[in-house]
């Protein structure tokens, strides 16, 4: 499985209703080649902080990211 996909499965098993979380987890079904190379970090990070720790960080940057990658 990769980053992208873990990612995925994490999001989407915590705070499913959040749309902010929704948001994050459809845009990384849309380009997930894309965005499994910037975000094989994340994983390290959920191997390092753990998952409740490491989906607040995710949200906190895509939500600083405003306009980014998310938006297109």
Not at 8 to 27: E, F, K, M, T
Not at 51 to 59: C, D, N, R, S
Request: net charge neutral; charged share 20%; glycine share 10%.
């Amino acid at each position: 499985m990769s980053a992208t996909e873990r990612l995925i499965v994490l999001l989407g098993s915590h705070h499913p209703d959040d749309p902010g979380v929704r948001y994050v987890v459809q845009a990384l079904r849309r380009f997930p080649q894309q965005l499994g190379v910037r975000f094989d970090h994340y994983q390290r990070l959920i191997e390092s902080v753990g998952v409740e720790q490491a989906t607040a960080i995710v949200i906190d940057n895509t939500i600083q990211v405003g306009g980014g990658w998310v938006a297109r």
